[in-house]
């Protein structure tokens, strides 16, 4: 049979060359006739994710409880969870509602389910493991790619979850929920009043070179310590020697977590 090697052609190179040529194509170009669709936009974002007292499983436990807060908040308003998008940012959750839903049930009765699971979940928390977020809400133009979503009314939504007075308002506060409203939110949906939102409780703040309505919705629970309604026994939860100072996280109702399926209520220790 006849040498079939090119001049300075090496085996190595060969399987280099076959290597490249199994690799999977780019992702097609948008095509041009692809229009943005409008869309609400949320963005809910772990507050103080990577500070110090926090190790990276800490930090997996924040966004594994992140997750199911949310999840659970959609399915009860009636969005559904899997009816949006959602594209992890790593501290945060980008969400894109479904056409049929009505950026006001993002507002209520979404704010008061996750503010409610929110409570459940940081009374039995200790100091390191406690979930505060940040949420903006807007709604615009969003456009999408193999890779995920874009658009300016995604990045203002980003903009007005990581702005200033939002971080502020939740740093200066026992609360742990700060939420934000783009100024065409505000007026559109919350000045308004459908249902339970209440617009007195909003105030203006500078976001960018735009303006944001920012709220503290009522505040949750603490995390046992100084809770009138909460017995604490010697070296209970709020006790960090009890569990070598790492978190504690509760679980409510049927879950699975690590292979480990929790029938009822369970508190685990990290």
């Not at 009890?242 to 209520?265: I, K, P, S």
Request: net charge negative.
């Amino acid at each position: 049979m006849a040498d079939l090697t090119l001049a300075g052609e090496t085996p190595a190179r060969r399987a280099s060359a076959s290597v490249v040529r199994r690799q999977e194509p780019p992702p097609p170009e948008p095509a041009q006739r692809d229009v943005p669709a409008h869309r609400a936009i949320l963005v809910v974002d772990i507050a103080e994710f990577a500070r110090a007292d926090r190790d990276d499983e800490i930090r997996r436990m924040l966004r594994y409880a992140l997750y199911r807060l949310l999840e659970s908040a959609f399915d009860d308003a009636g969005i559904g969870w899997r009816a949006c998008a959602h594209i992890d940012r790593g501290d945060a959750v980008l969400i894109i509602g479904p056409p049929s839903v009505s950026p006001a049930v993002l507002v209520e009765p979404l704010l008061t389910l996750l503010r409610a699971g929110l409570a459940l979940y940081n009374r039995y928390a200790s100091v390191a493991a406690r979930l505060r977020l940040r949420a903006a809400l807007h709604a615009g133009p969003v456009c999408s790619d193999a890779y995920g979503v874009t658009g300016t009314a995604v990045h203002h939504t980003v903009e007005l979850a990581g702005s200033a007075p939002v971080r502020a308002a939740l740093r200066d506060s026992a609360a742990d929920l700060a939420f934000i409203a783009s100024d065409r939110m505000f007026d559109d949906i919350i000045r308004h009043g459908f249902g339970a939102i209440d617009p007195a409780a909003y105030r203006p703040v500078p976001a960018g070179d735009d303006r944001g309505w920012l709220t503290l919705p009522a505040h949750g629970r603490p995390p046992y310590d100084g809770d009138p309604g909460v017995t604490v026994p010697p070296g209970g939860p709020s006790d960090p020697a009890a569990h070598g100072g790492g978190a504690v996280l509760g679980f409510f109702g049927n879950v699975t977590f690590g292979g480990d399926a929790v029938a009822g209520d369970k508190i685990v220790y990290m």
